[in-house]
């Protein structure tokens, strides 16, 4: 069995940002209200998200960030931010790490003889995520949205990962937290999908887990 994964919010957790962000300007000399940073943050990330596919390698990824950094400078109105500065901070303000349940689950799918490959909506970055906490070390492959040049739920994304993986629809899984990206549009293409529901009840009819822990029982 070929098990996919999301990342964020499946294998990875975003740190809270907006304080961060505070920290880095504040060590550039920049004062910034909480409210000010949490704006800035939110516009940032509204913007990444309706463009993220535009990060598909190094060069369009570095201007990407670019207009994300002009996106937060434009919505935190400070005196005296340059973009180099909203640049640099904005990246120091983004950390993503492991759920506690991440890496174990990664090494019991992998003794119970299991492939793993990582299909996420991310940019081509998304590997040196998951390499420093050794996520990469545990997996087969990784396919982002960028590298598909479509989003989860298209259908293009779970076709390239059964590609890659070369197997047919009944000999995959999918596990990932969002209802709509992962669950309807891995079984769209007919592969079996596990909702990761942390917290809150799942809606009824779903198969779920509430922690990665869960998941080699249920395969």
Known sequence: MVVFLDALGTLLELQPPAPRLRARLAGAGLEVREEQAAAGIAAEIDYY???HLHGGDRA????LRDRCAAVMMEALDLDGLDHATARAALLGALE?????DALPALRALREH???LVIVSNWDCSLPEWLGPPGLLDLVDGVITSADVGAAKPDARVFRRALELAGVAP?????VGDSLRNDVEGAEAVGVR????????EPPPG????????ELPSRL
Request: proline share 3%; hydrophobic share 40%.
């Open 60 to 63: 369009s990824l570095e201007d």
């Open 113 to 115: 003889g299991h492939r």
């Open 193 to 200: 999908a596990v909702l990761v529901q942390r917290v809150g």
């Open 96 to 100: 993503f790490r492991p759920y506690d």
């Open 170 to 174: 009944e000999g995959a899984i999918h």
């Open 49 to 51: 998200l309706a463009n």
């Open 206 to 213: 779903v198969e779920s887990i509430r922690s990665l822990g």
